[in-house]
């Protein structure tokens, strides 16, 4: 009970801990007392979306995600004559060293046209703004718009057919109805740098920009452990045989809905190392020298035509998982005795 006050001022509480610690403890209280976070949205930033898209403003080639006041968003409400009461329909996604709250919010029933031009902005789809993102609005906008949709996609409980309702903060919906908790998803995803011991694979999908290659990846099926997913989704992409792996990082990852990529590198045997390519998941696979990766990672992420008519190789942009996966294996090949 003397933390409820405490936490209810969030200055004095802030003073007590590390800024890791009261960050983490801030948002846990903020996801359990709906009083708390009402207060907190009261004072918090909102980032908005209109139908899943972001709001962003390009400055230069780089698309930025502004953060809008509480004061900010009582006046465009205002001006579509709607309740503040919306506010509480926005989800938790974050909060500042000092403790001021971030919130997702989709405008998705109000004119869009309006809000781009009383922000001076845009919504854009994520899939276009992503990878020209600052570096710390990329991992809020993404996890932002898989919890929204989550909540969109989860009005009802599957079980009654009743409606379910939110918690303040969005980390949950439940049914009153039979007391269910449904907390929102997320979908394990490996994706695996294949190397036989001098050279990486790469493939494409034929949705990929032309001449962009990456990593191996694949959904995890039910009941399989990680290393199993790896093995089945070598064996199936490319028909080679897993024979050592290791777990490198991980990384949230929006599409197709909300995943987590979980990064392996790969050793398959040297021989035999010949691709056969499951043309129903991928289009092209292939074995690349250092040398040819080296050149790519200098080439920026974009497609180069060729004078034959054939793209230039490039690799996913810097803060994809599968571009860390591949700076590694850069960095293990020249660690490593010739
Ligand atoms: N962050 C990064 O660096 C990278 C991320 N990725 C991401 O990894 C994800 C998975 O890679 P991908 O090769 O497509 O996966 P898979 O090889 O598993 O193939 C995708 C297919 O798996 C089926 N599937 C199984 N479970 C699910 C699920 N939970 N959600 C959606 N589809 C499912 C679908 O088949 P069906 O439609 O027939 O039902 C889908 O078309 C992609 O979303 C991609 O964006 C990929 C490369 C790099
Ligand atoms: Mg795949």
């Known amino acids: 009970m003397i933390y409820q006050g ?65 004061a900010e968003m009582k ?48 919504f854009t789809e994520l899939r276009k703004a992503f990878f020209q993102l600052d570096g710390k609005d990329a991992p809020l906008l993404s996890s932002a718009q898989a919890l929204l949709r989550w909540h969109d996609t989860h009005q009802y409980c599957s079980k009654t057919g009743q409606p379910t309702q939110k918690n303040l903060a969005g980390s949950k919906r439940v049914c009153h109805t039979n007391g269910i908790i449904y907390y ?26 032309k001449g962009m290659y990456s990593a191996l990846a694949g959904f995890c099926d039910v009941g399989e452990t990680l290393e199993e997913t790896v093995r089945r989704e070598v064996a199936e992409e490319v028909g080679l045989e897993v ?47 250092l040398e040819e990766i080296m050149e790519a990672l200098r080439r920026e992420p974009n497609p180069l035509k060729q004078e034959d008519g054939s793209f230039s190789l490039f690799l996913p942009p810097k803060w994809a998982i599968a571009h860390q996966l591949i700076q590694e294996w850069v960095k293990l090949q020249a660690s490593s005795p010739a």
């Open 6 to 70: 405490v936490y209810r001022t969030p200055s004095l509480w802030c003073r007590l801990h590390s800024t890791y610690v009261r960050k983490m403890r801030y948002l846990f209280k903020l996801k359990e007392d709906d009083g708390i976070c009402r207060q907190a949205q009261n004072s918090g930033t909102f980032y908005l979306f209109h139908n899943l898209s972001p709001f962003v403003k390009k400055v230069g080639s780089k698309y930025l995600a502004p953060q809008i006041s509480v």
């Open 75 to 122: 006046s465009i409400l205002g001006k579509f004559k709607q309740n503040e009461q919306m506010i509480e329909d926005s989800v938790l996604i974050g909060c500042s060293d000092e403790c001021m709250a971030y919130f997702a919010l989709d405008l998705g029933s109000l004119e869009k046209s309006v809000i781009e031009s009383e922000l001076r902005g845009s």
């Open 184 to 209: 929102p998803q997320m979908s394990p995803v490996v994706i695996t740098l294949v190397s036989d011991g001098s050279r990486c694979l790469l493939a494409r999908q034929a949705s990929f920009p």
């Open 243 to 289: 024979e050592s792996l290791w777990y490198s990082a991980s990384q949230h990852w929006p599409f197709p809905n909300s995943s987590l990529m979980i990064a392996c590198h790969a050793l398959v045997q040297p021989q035999p190392t010949k691709i056969s390519v499951n043309k129903l998941e991928l289009e092209a696979a292939g074995w690349f020298s």
